[in-house]
């Protein structure tokens, strides 16, 4: 399935002398990201595909001012902010499940693995070659013989229907900060002393799981 990623990073800089004693510095950075991730069912007319697209928006923004009152002070505030930001939407995000036979609505995340027993033989009361957990560890001391163990639950997995259960969910994180710096330059010591304010935000939705979810690790 075609998985891909791109990504555009931007960077602008401006370093700007006011006068013989006052700076400042201007800074800001952009990452853009595209990402097709966890496709494993290609896209056809029948079904968009059961990976999940990721789009990022990573900000960054610095101002300086720097200010030299003498050789021995001088005074720097910085203000910045960060933004983390990053956004996950199901491919098949359009796609009725009613199209499938299956209840209308988004389609549900499928999970099927394992090996059916009765392939094995295996029938209400009578031992097969293999069999599941169940079989295995709880129902073995109801019959005469057991079954083969290890267990074959979860070997075996089908490919997966639905998005991964990552999508639909987003999560930014928010930070904003001012910081005012005195700075006091004494022969070989430097000795600073100043104010910082920071601000986070964090939001985080999964809703994987308002899809709906099914899972079978024996799919007997």
């Known amino acids: 399935a075609p998985n891909y990623t791109n990504v555009d990073n931007y ?20 990452q853009d990201l595209s990402q097709l991730h966890d496709d494993t069912l290609p896209s056809s007319s029948v079904y968009p595909g059961n990976g999940a697209q990721r789009a990022v928006l990573n900000q960054n923004l610095v101002v300086t001012f720097t200010h030299r009152f003498s050789d021995r ?5 910085r203000g910045g902010f960060t933004r983390f930001q990053v956004a996950e939407t199901p491919q098949d995000a359009n796609f009725n499940a009613a199209q499938a036979g299956l209840p209308s ?3 549900q995340t499928y999970l ?9 033989g295996a029938s209400p009361g009578v031992n097969g ?3 599941g ?45 001012l910081m005012d710096n005195l700075v006091w330059f004494r022969g070989r010591h430097t000795v600073r002393a ?14 994987g799981f308002s899809r709906g979810f099914v899972v079978s690790g024996d799919i007997g």
């Open 11 to 30: 960077l602008g800089r401006i370093d700007f002398t006011q006068s013989d004693r006052t700076d400042w510095t201007f800074r800001y950075n952009l």
């Open 73 to 77: 002070f001088s005074n720097v505030i």
């Open 105 to 107: 609505g988004p389609m």
């Open 112 to 120: 099927l693995s394992g090996l059916d027993p009765q392939y094995a």
């Open 129 to 131: 070659a293999f069999g």
């Open 133 to 177: 957990w169940y079989d295995a560890v709880w129902f073995p001391y109801f019959l005469a013989s057991p079954v083969i163990t290890p267990s074959l639950d979860g070997l075996f997995p089908f490919a997966r229907i639905g998005a991964p259960l990552s999508a639909p969910g987003k999560r930014r994180d928010s930070q904003g900060e």
């Open 194 to 207: 100043g104010i910082e304010l920071r601000k986070l935000q964090n939001i985080f939705d999964n809703g």
